[in-house]
């Protein structure tokens, strides 16, 4: 298991509704990507989250939104929810943040969306 | 823009038998490549990775991969399959500066006792 912790494990939300979800990075890990598995698919990137400041994100709306913080812990925020927003979200941290860098994958979020 | 195709949605292997899976990629610039597993309603795991160097990755769990340039595949390989190696496994490789990592749709790896 890495020392990534996502919080919570479930939810399950309706239409319209906000989401705020939570992540740990493994200690000494200073880079927080986001990343949304819907059923059957891989991963696909979100956001990436360096010294506090997004920098990369991947196709999603603004709708979709995040923070990290001094102590590198991570949210990720999603406003006016859509059914098609159902999916496990992944936490994964790195120890910084070029490419060629390791990405340990937290457990998820499995967000239900009704 | 960066892609990786994992052709075979299943992979059925015997116990004891050598087993791999494929993935080819298309990135622009150098290629960082990047195995990971995943078992039920579980995160991602890390195997190994390919940054530069020799061909053969050698990783977790006996598992190993061969990256071979000409053909753009990065293939993961183990020599005896065990039951326990049953999982989803994932090909990825890395985007430009943070963009990420670019997944396949990943491989359901079956052993068979």
């Known amino acids: 298991e890495t020392g990534v912790t996502q919080s919570p494990t479930h939810l399950i939300k309706t239409r319209g509704q906000q989401v705020t979800l939570r992540c740990s990075s493994q200690?000494?890990?200073?880079?927080v990507s986001w990343y949304q598995q819907a059923l059957g698919q891989g991963p696909q990137f979100i956001f990436q989250?360096?010294?506090?400041?997004?920098?990369g994100r991947g196709n999603f709306p603004p709708r979709f939104s995040g923070l990290q913080f001094p102590n590198y812990s991570s949210e990720l925020n999603v406003n006016a929810l859509e059914l098609d927003d159902s999916a496990l979200y992944l936490c994964?941290?790195?120890?910084?943040?070029?490419?060629?860098?390791?990405?340990?994958f937290g457990p998820g979020t499995r967000l239900t969306v009704l | 823009a960066q892609s990786v195709a994992q052709p075979e949605d299943q992979v059925n292997v015997a116990e004891g038998n050598p087993l791999t899976v494929k993935c080819t990629y298309s990135v622009s610039g150098n290629p960082y490549l990047f195995w990971y597993v995943q078992y039920p309603n579980r995160g991602l795991q890390f195997l190994l990775k390919?940054?530069?160097?020799?061909?053969l990755v050698k990783g977790s769990y006996g598992f190993e991969a061969e990256f071979n340039k000409s053909q753009t595949s990065f293939h993961l390989k183990k020599p005896s399959a065990l039951v326990s190696d049953s999982a989803l496994y994932f090909c990825?490789?890395?985007?430009?500066?943070?963009?990420?990592?670019?997944f396949g749709k990943g491989t359901h790896l079956i052993i068979q006792p």
């Open positions: 990825a490789v890395a985007g430009r500066g943070a963009d990420g990592l670019t």
């Open positions: 200690s000494g890990h200073n880079t």
């Open positions: 390919y940054i530069t160097g020799d061909n």
């Open positions: 989250y360096y010294r506090e400041e997004e920098n």
């Open positions: 994964a941290s790195s120890f910084w943040v070029g490419q060629s860098d390791t990405q340990y």
